[in-house]
């Protein structure tokens, strides 16, 4: 069997190694970028989530769990940095300590490890320079290096004989009683199945298949400030706020990285353009599409209080640097120091609701991995064995 798949993200790949294990198909991954992990899976905060927050019985909160155990055995099968550095969620007011309850509680249901309810003293044991009133600690809440984890399962691919095809964008696709016929690149391909795990370029293609569907992707990008020099040593682990359960955003965090970084974010400004990466990058066919989206409209409608208050944060340097002191107040100005950001494909119904559990369609031989968003970086082998067990019965 011939499989091809779209996307050399983390999800991409880890779908493409799963197939090649599970049904011993031929592989083949394009990308259209010169390099993997080249948007979401190398622009993200590089935590393994453990699984706290998300809704019991949702497919984020069975995925992350299975999925944290998958990658860090992967990693140490492969010798890949993962690092257990332990996860604060701190309520800062009374107001959240209610939220702060509830989110200890789900992550109990979810069988989070370790999870205790600290307060005021006990936090600051964990991290000697966060404040709060109170907080929920994950001691296997971990970092790993994203990007790396997708390097190795495109060798593994090509070990197992498939192929990474780099440059090669995808540009035409149909369906046809043998097969997908796809145009990517210089090249024309006959698959008898096809995975999109585009992200960001998922409605793009969709179309391409002729499956718009419900949902539309909706690029929301995140920006972060690096700490300078030894204000890196305030910061132990990751120190995370409550998040306001409306969105599905975690809210302004700092987080320590694999590679010694200490990064303060993400914000989560519209972006406009699918990679539009700083306010300069504007695709305006692609911000039309967005924006005539009756679901974008609504959640316009709905959340611009928030949007005007994160496009200040984005403009101003003092708002993202009073969000980062309201848990470690020693920080100043002069320890924030701008670094580059990353774009979420966050899907968003009809209705302006944005989608919050990971959401996978199946239309004859195309599936379409919808909506993605973190922690699927975390949860990337778990959605990749999830994939291949909802299409085997249509396989076989
Ligand atoms: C700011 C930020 C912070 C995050 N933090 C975390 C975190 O700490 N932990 C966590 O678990 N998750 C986190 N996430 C989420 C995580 O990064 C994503 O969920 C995950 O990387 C999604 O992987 P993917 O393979 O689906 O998408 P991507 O990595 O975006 O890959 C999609 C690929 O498809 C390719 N593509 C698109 N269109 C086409 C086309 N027409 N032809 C060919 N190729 C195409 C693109 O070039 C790209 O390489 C974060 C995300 C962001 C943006």
Known sequence: MKVGVVGAGIVGLAVAREVTRAWGATVTVLDKEDHVAAHQTGHNSGVVHAGIYYRPGSLKARLCRQGVALLREYCAEHRLPYEEVGKLVVASTLAERAELRRIAERARANEVPGIAELDALALREIEPHAVGVAAVHSPHTAIADFPAVARRLAEDIAEAGGSVLLSHPVRALRETAGGVEVLAGPGRFTFDRLVVCAGLGTDTVA??????????????????????????????????????????????????????????????????????????????????????????????????????????????????????????????????????????????????????????????????????????????????????????????
Do not use: C
């Open 207 to 396: 179309r391409m298949a002729g499956v718009p569907g419900e949902v539309r992707i909706v690029p929301f990008r995140g920006e972060y400030y690096a700490l300078a020099g030894p204000a890196r040593d305030l910061v132990r682990g990751l120190i995370y706020p409550v998040p306001d359960p409306r969105y599905p955003f975690l809210g302004v965090h700092l987080t320590r990285r694999i590679d010694g970084e200490v990064l303060v974010g993400p914000n989560a400004v519209m972006a406009l353009a699918p990679e539009g990466y700083s306010w300069g990058d504007v695709d305006l066919a692609g911000l039309r599409r967005v924006l005539a989206w009756e679901g974008t409209r609504r959640l316009a409608a709905r959340h611009w209080r928030t949007g005007v208050r994160e496009v200040f944060g984005s403009a101003f340097k003092r708002s993202f640097l009073a969000a980062a002191r309201r848990y470690v107040p020693a920080l100043t100005a002069a320890d924030l120091v701008r670094t580059r950001g990353g774009v979420r494909a966050q899907a968003v119904a009809r209705d302006g609701s944005m989608v919050d559990d990971f959401a996978v369609d199946v239309q004859g031989r195309v599936v379409l991995v919808r909506n993605a968003p973190s922690p699927a970086a975390t949860s990337s082998l778990a959605i990749a064995r999830h994939i291949v067990e909802i299409t085997s019965t249509l396989t076989s």
